[in-house]
């Protein structure tokens, strides 16, 4: 394993939701990005944002660890759940909610 | 360079020929696609394999040449 893969590796077993993107939540640089991330702010959880455009390393890194070509990309308890297609389109039946919910993610205290 | 859609539905063709591909251009400036792609190779497979499967068949060109292909995947009803 590479070390930017283990760093990978390490960020979506750490954090329950981590959401790999372009930009920040507060400043996604890119609308699939931002789309997830109003998503997720709407369903109140806690996630860890990590702006892909940091680093060409992470950019090409997280396309490899996850077989998947696009940014965004979602990760939920150290699984892949999808990118903005398939989480819009979970989102829109109601099964992104029961996924956060069997997988116990807590809720962001506002 | 940007794919035009006929290339794209091809490269899905050929690697799923029961495939009924419909494919839009969203911006008209031909780098913006959505694409409903239905195959029963899809059948009893996640969301996330159903597209795997798809961006298999564009060869890499997804995030590269194609930059934008909103894609819905189903098996036949």
């Known amino acids: 394993m590479t070390a930017i893969n283990e760093w990978i590796d390490g960020q979506v077993k750490a954090n329950d939701v981590v959401l790999f993107m372009k930009g920040t939540p507060a400043f996604p640089q890119c609308g699939f990005s931002g789309q997830v991330v109003q998503i997720l702010d709407y369903l109140g959880v806690t996630y860890s944002g990590v702006n ?3 680093s060409d ?3 090409q890194g997280v396309k490899d660890f996850s077989n998947w070509p696009t940014i965004p990309q979602l990760y939920v308890k150290g699984e892949f759940v999808g990118g903005a297609d398939i ?3 979970m989102f829109q039946a109601g099964e992104l909610q029961t996924h956060m919910a ?3 993610v807590a809720k962001a205290t506002a | 360079m940007p794919m035009n859609a006929s290339a794209i539905e091809k490269l899905i063709k050929d690697a799923l020929p029961d495939a009924s591909v419909t494919i839009r251009d969203l911006a008209g400036d031909g780098d913006h696609y959505a694409a409903e792609v239905v195959s029963e190779s899809f059948r009893g497979k996640s969301r996330v394999e159903q597209h795997q499967m798809v961006y298999e068949a564009l060869k890499g060109n997804m995030g590269g040449a194609l930059h934008a292909l909103a894609l819905q995947t189903n098996a036949p009803d």
Do not use: A, H, S
Request: aromatic share 0%.
């Open chain 1, 52 to 54: 892909v455009l940091e």
């Open chain 1, 57 to 59: 390393d992470l950019r």
């Open chain 1, 87 to 89: 989480i819009r389109e």
């Open chain 1, 102 to 104: 069997e997988k116990g």
